[in-house]
């Protein structure tokens, strides 16, 4: 049973900066790749950012320069720090990783969060 509980959505404007969290707990056995994931009304879901174990990233065009993902291994916690951000930011953010659970099996299977709500105000 694993569990990704995210924190710091909410509201901003335009040029702010909001920092999200997604700290990972249960039986964890393994973290691969973790990321965020973003959903506008009306859209389909688009990765905004992920990175690796060991820190190699990777952003999405609409977010490069702005967004920084980072992460604490020894936390299992996963970050995204966005700056100047714009109204098109706004959407349901979900927290997601790729995560070894069970003792019988090397296999990573995907987890989520249940996504937490930016706006960006113009």
């Known amino acids: 049973q694993v569990q990704l509980v995210e924190s710091g959505g909410g509201l901003a404007q335009a040029g702010g900066s909001l920092r999200l969290s997604c700290a990972a707990s249960?039986?964890?056995?393994?973290?691969?790749?973790m990321g965020w994931f973003r959903r506008a009304p009306g859209k389909q879901r688009e990765l905004a950012a992920s990175?690796?174990?060991?820190?190699?990233?990777n952003y999405a065009d609409s977010v490069k320069g702005r967004f920084t993902i980072s992460r604490d291994n020894a936390k299992n916690t996963v970050y995204l720090q966005m700056n100047s951000l714009k109204p098109e930011d706004t959407a349901v953010y979900y927290c997601?990783?790729?995560?070894?659970?069970?003792?019988?099996?090397?296999?990573?299977?995907?987890?989520w969060g249940q996504g937490t709500q930016v706006t960006v105000s113009s």
């Open positions: 990175i690796g174990r060991s820190g190699s990233t």
């Open positions: 997601n990783a790729a995560i070894v659970a069970s003792p019988m099996s090397s296999r990573y299977e995907n987890y």
């Open positions: 249960g039986s964890i056995l393994s973290i691969a790749t």
